[in-house]
């Protein structure tokens, strides 16, 4: 039997729109903040840690020298704790919790925290590409002998999605503003207050419009000449950070711990690197094929809201029943902060589980390259 490895809490910030109230936050202290939230709710001792793996986009200025390490370090903890930095672009946090329950599952660790950190109003996207220094693609003779000189962005990918799947902007917008409806009826009703350690007074997801509506979306101009895809079928740029404490059998035994949840299946896929964005779709089948499920036996799904077309295209694709995907929300109104959503997402679907009483929870997300990664979790 595979060891286990077991959420035991999960914590975020709230996040802040571009510009709002976490804009001035360092990135090294928006992660600390989790961190220290995490340990206080858990009651771990810090040097107990073995290590803190974290996920960031962009790792250059305020975010760069392996801010795992930082955000521990700002956290005032045990400089004996190492940590480290992952990018798989959106997915980069979600990642880090699959390495963080690969060593609790193998043996190699008992406690390790995971989660992720983006202050995209302080580095804004993309700021490690390009100038000076070049873009990751057009300098490579590889690259351009199989793909060509093609322009490679996700807007163009959300654009060619939109497309392929014969997705049409009254579609997209009816399920962008459904979002947002989710996402305000979440928030009002208090089913974030659980999962959210405010930061210096700042309590509630600043992205959600209140003010949206049909008629507005509808007027939008499109990000892309011919293109469908407009600001407000896009996730919003945001601010914010996550983090998990992950736990193997022997620390749940020995330490008493009461776990949210046990990881009971992780994998990633790659998929076509120009589309970019479809990789959900053969990284869900691959993970309900592995842990020998259906689709109809996950009761709450999230699955980011990069852009709505990608939601529409994976449902097409997967039949999933859209009442039981992203219920509180997704990042069309929540705001999409690169590196911390993966745990975001997961910290939500857990609490989530709880909140309803639901037994089982999976989470995807597409990601830069191509790729998806899938966590399925199971309420303790």
């Known amino acids: 039997m595979t060891a286990g490895a077991y959420i035991v809490e999960a914590v975020r910030t709230p996040v802040g729109r571009r510009g709002g109230g976490l804009a001035a936050a360092h ?11 995490l340990l206080a709710r858990t009651g ?21 020298g392996d801010i795992a390490r930082t955000a521990w370090l700002a956290a005032g903890l045990p400089e004996s704790v190492p940590g480290v930095t992952v990018d798989r672009q959106c997915g980069s946090s979600q990642q880090a919790v699959h390495f963080a329950a690969q060593a609790v599952r193998s043996g190699t660790a008992d406690l390790v925290v995971a989660g992720g950190v983006q ?40 654009d060619l999605i939109a497309r392929k799947w014969g997705i049409g902007r009254a579609e997209m917008e009816d399920y962008a503003l459904g979002s947002h409806a989710r996402a305000i009826a979440a928030t009002d009703a208090g ?12 309590a509630i997801d600043e992205c959600p419009r209140r003010d949206t509506t049909a008629e507005k979306m509808a007027a939008l101009r499109p990000l892309r000449a011919d293109g469908r895809i407009t600001a407000a079928l896009s996730s919003q740029i945001a601010d914010g950070a996550a983090a998990l404490l992950i736990a193997s059998d022997r620390a749940v ?27 959900p779709i053969a990284a869900t089948a691959h993970a309900l094929s592995r842990a020998g499920l259906t689709l109809d036996q996950i009761d709450l799904i999230e699955i980011n809201e990069a852009f709505a077309s990608v939601v529409l295209a994976w449902q ?65």
């Open 191 to 202: 089913h974030f207050a659980s999962e959210i350690a405010p930061y210096h007074g700042h």
């Open 253 to 279: 035994a020995e330490r008493g711990l009461r776990p949210l949840a046990r990881i009971t299946h992780l994998s990633a896929r790659g998929d076509d690197p120009v589309l970019m964005l479809t990789a």
């Open 44 to 64: 771990i001792d810090p040097e107990a840690v073995d290590d803190v793996v974290f996920g960031c986009v962009d790792t250059v200025g305020p975010q760069a």
């Open 27 to 37: 990135p090294a202290d928006l992660g600390a903040h989790v961190i220290g939230a």
């Open 119 to 158: 202050n995209m109003s302080m580095v804004p996207i993309a700021a490690a590409m390009g100038e000076p220094y070049g873009d990751p693609f057009s300098g490579s003779d590889g690259w351009r002998a199989r793909y060509g000189d093609q322009e490679i962005s996700q807007f163009r990918a959300a």
């Open 316 to 380: 097409r694709e997967t039949g999933a029943d859209l009442a039981r995907v992203n219920v509180s929300g997704g990042a069309i109104a929540l705001g999409h902060p690169l590196g911390a959503t993966g745990a975001r997402l997961l910290t939500t679907l857990v609490h989530a589980l709880h909140r309803t009483g639901k037994r089982r929870g999976l989470l995807t997300m597409c990601e830069g390259g191509g790729q998806a990664n899938v966590t399925i979790i199971e309420r303790v």
